[in-house]
């Protein structure tokens, strides 16, 4: 790829004996917000710290805008770090938080105020200069900590679960910060999260991982349309997955009859690409909880548990009753393994 400005190639990475990434190929591309996603212990982290160059790789190369840093140390990358825990100073204000990069690289002071004026603007801070963290809130450290990298003008900003820590709805608005920084700024972004809806939201491709591997790289229309595996369907919500053979469908619980034709040997449904009320199927209400705009019930079946979305509007079918329901084939994902 021409344009690519972040480039691992065959990066392996280990802790010891153990291989945390036996190889991972990634291109990103300049100004691109890529979000790594994937379960706890998959090597997000380690793949940033290797980004970083806070973990030496113990085979293959990383370069950064054509240049191999694969033996460069951290400081010289470039490269602007925003972890979980924002380990902001907290005897300095926010003003010398953001400063204390640029002072470390005795810019004369002029500019420093006006980068670190201009950097705590850009995250909607300016009223806040004076401020010690613990007198912010954690939506306000957050934006600081990552108003401390961006004013390092760094090539690659990496961030790590970086609202982990915030409330449902500072999240978002920090999910909308960061687009916007993106956008302005035009920095490239590393984003690792093992939420699949911050991903969705937030990233113009996402690598969603396991065990160190890439198990699907995509845009989130992408992943969120057309998971290819079993693990990738049931990250992006397709909680109903089923083996398909000889027409029938087919779980550890059992087997029914659908006539189905397809090439796929799994098929995967949403709970909203179950239809509930009518159809073949028919199953034990083991749970039915209110969800605002649907009802989720979980159905034990002949195919075994079955989660599926009904219409607020339909009557509530109360718990051990007997629902109707049916896996049409136009709603599924058609899975390869
Ligand atoms: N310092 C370490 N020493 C030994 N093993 C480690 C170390 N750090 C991580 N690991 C192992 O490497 C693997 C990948 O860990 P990593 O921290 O990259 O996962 P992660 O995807 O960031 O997970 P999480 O979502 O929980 O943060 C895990 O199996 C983990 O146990
Ligand atoms: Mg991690």
Sequence with gaps: ?????????????????????????????????????????????????????????????????????????????????????????????????VAFGLRLQKLPQAQIDSRTRAGLATVGLAAFEGRKPAEMSGGQQQRLALARSLVMQPKVLLLDEPLSNLDARLRLEMRTELQRVQKE????????????????????????????????????????????????????????????????????????????????????????????????HTGRVLASSFAGGHREYVIDSALGQIKADAAIDLPEVPLGNTLQFDLPQHTACELVE
Excluded at 48 to 59: K, Q, S, T
Excluded at 239 to 268: H, K, M, Q, T, Y
Aim: net charge positive.
């Design 1 to 97: 790829m021409s344009d690519t400005f972040v480039q691992l190639s065959d990066l392996t990475l280990a802790y010891g004996k153990s291989v945390a990434v036996p190889s991972l190929n990634l291109s990103i591309r300049k100004g691109e917000l890529i979000a790594l996603l994937g379960p706890s212990g998959c090597g997000k982290t380690t793949t940033m710290r290797a980004i970083a160059g806070l973990l030496v790789p113990d085979r293959g190369r990383i370069s950064i805008d054509g240049r191999d840093v694969t033996r460069v140390p951290a400081n010289k990358r470039g490269i602007g770090l925003v972890f979980q825990s924002y380990a902001l100073f907290p005897h300095l204000n926010a003003f010398e938080n």
């Design 185 to 280: 700024t035009g920095v490239t972004m590393v984003f690792v999260t093992h939420d699949q809806a911050e991903a969705l939201a937030l990233a113009d491709r996402i690598v969603l991982m396991k065990d160190g591997r890439i198990e699907q790289l995509g845009t989130p229309a992408e992943l969120y349309a057309r998971p290819r595996t079993a693990f990738a369907a049931d990250f992006m919500g397709f909680e109903n997955i089923l083996r398909v053979e000889g027409g029938d469908l087919v779980s550890d619980a059992g087997r029914v009859r659908a006539g189905f034709r397809s090439d796929s040997p799994l098929l995967a449904w949403r709970p909203g690409g179950v239809q509930v009320g009518t159809g073949p």
